[in-house]
């Protein structure tokens, strides 16, 4: 498709170019700003809910303790409800496992969008000055009427 055949041999010095992909539309400065501004408020939302996973997390905790304590008492008194009270105990401790498996998840989430924005910050930054300078070079100066 670049017109050279493949079989011609080359001379030295000739370089082969390859076309550019045309269907690829190139961003635009506010649409990758756009997307930087999205990625941000995701991070931020993340970490509401790793903030709820974690609160969840010491509650539970908190109710495993108190049902152990439960426990403990029915079983000074001899009572043989025992079972009922470690099946619930055990059923927390799964709960609160999880939670703090998604806590886990969540700030592997936000670490991997925090190497992303910075990874894409500097050229966010170069696009941003070619765009300010192109747009300077376009604006013409009017020359000002002078009195006379």
């Known amino acids: 498709s670049s017109g050279i055949n493949a079989e011609w041999p080359?001379?030295?010095?000739?370089?082969?170019?390859?076309?550019?992909?045309?269907?690829?539309?190139?961003?635009?400065i506010s649409e990758i700003a756009s997307q930087g501004?999205?990625?941000?408020?995701?991070?931020?939302?993340l970490e509401d809910i790793s903030s709820v996973q974690r609160?969840?997390?010491t509650k539970l905790c908190e109710y495993k303790d108190y049902f152990c304590n439960i426990?403990?008492?029915?079983?000074?008194?001899?009572?043989?409800?025992?079972?009922?009270n470690d099946s619930i105990s055990d059923l927390l401790q799964n709960i609160s496992h999880c939670c703090q498996s998604n806590v886990t998840q969540l700030k592997q989430t936000m670490t991997a969008i925090d190497k992303l924005l910075n990874t894409h910050k500097p050229k966010?930054?170069?696009l941003a000055k070619?765009?300010?300078?192109?747009t300077n070079v376009k604006k013409k100066k009017v020359p000002t009427a002078t009195l006379r």
């Open 10 to 28: 080359l001379r030295p010095g000739i370089k082969v170019r390859k076309k550019k992909n045309i269907c690829e539309p190139i961003p635009s």
């Open 37 to 45: 501004w999205q990625l941000l408020h995701l991070k931020a939302q």
């Open 55 to 57: 609160d969840t997390k």
């Open 71 to 84: 426990s403990l008492e029915i079983e000074d008194k001899g009572s043989g409800a025992r079972a009922g």
């Open 124 to 126: 966010i930054l170069e």
């Open 130 to 134: 070619e765009f300010k300078e192109k």
